[in-house]
T-cell receptor
Framework: IAGITQAPTSQILAAGRRMTLRCTQD?????MYWYRQDLGLGLRLIHY???????GKGEVPDGYSVSRANTDDFPLTLASAVPSQTSVYFC?????????????FGSGTRLTVV | QQQVKQSPQSLIVQKGGISIINCAYE??????FPWYQQFPGKGPALLIA?????SEKKEGRFTISFNKSAKQFSLHIMDSQPGDSATYFC????????????FGKGTTLSVSS
């Protein structure tokens, strides 16, 4: 593969459950990001990581946590899911900080919290 | 914290016409402004980007116009085609350090044949 792999593709989750969305890239990009996409609201930045070992909070970080133990993986964890976290989640990466040169996006994870 | 305002929310253009989408941003010391294109069921993909040492950048039928003093930039699609029907997002740096991008709410473009 060449790009970003997200898993699962879709998931229905009971409220209150813990869930980790996986994101792996094979491009050796330094920076990685998580966005959620909701109809009418566009893409909103949840967390980002400019290099392995560092992370930062985005526009809507509450209820989510991330880790960046190595270059390739950037999992997103919902500690206790709530219905308002129903969304399509996109992971992205870029060679340079801030997406200069372009983001590569994954295909997304559609999450429904019931 | 940066905000990006994009308009219009939706746009219908006849084949061969010009599509224009506008974005406005707030203060930033990190200048990089891209446009992304998204088809249904897919992740967004970079379309064209500008670093405002220039006021305009053209790639094929797609042009970005940048007005730094007004803090605005726009996407022009010339000779619009049905295959251009998609959702378009502008983006701007999230913060002064430019550690990530934030996106406008998107414009759904429909090109009628």
């Amino acid at each position: 593969i060449a790009g970003i792999t997200q898993a699962p593709t879709s998931q229905i989750l009971a409220a209150g459950r813990r869930m980790t969305l996986r994101c792996t890239q094979d491009m050796r990009h330094n920076a990685m990001y998580w966005y959620r996409q909701d109809l009418g609201l566009g893409l909103r930045l949840i967390h980002y990581s400019n290099t392995a070992g560092t992370t930062g909070k985005g526009e809507v970080p509450d209820g989510y946590s991330v880790s960046r133990a190595n270059t390739d993986d950037f999992p997103l964890t919902l500690a206790s899911a709530v219905p308002s976290q129903t969304s399509v989640y996109f992971c992205a990466s870029s060679v340079a900080q801030g997406g200069v040169g372009g983001y590569t996006f994954g295909s997304g994870t559609r999450l429904t919290v019931v | 914290q940066q905000q990006v305002k994009q308009s219009p929310q939706s746009l219908i253009v006849q084949k061969g016409g010009i599509s224009i989408i506008n974005c406005a941003y707030e203060n930033t010391a990190f200048d990089y402004f891209p446009w992304y294109q998204q088809f249904p069921g897919k992740g967004p993909a970079l379309l064209i980007a500008i670093r405002p040492d220039v006021s305009e950048k053209k790639e094929g039928r797609f042009t970005i116009s940048f007005n730094k003093s007004a803090k605005q930039f726009s996407l022009h699609i010339m000779d619009s085609q049905p295959g251009d029907s998609a959702t378009y997002f502008c983006a701007a740096p999230f913060n002064q350090a430019g550690t990530a991008l934030i996106f406008g709410k998107g414009t759904t473009l429909s090109v009628s044949s």
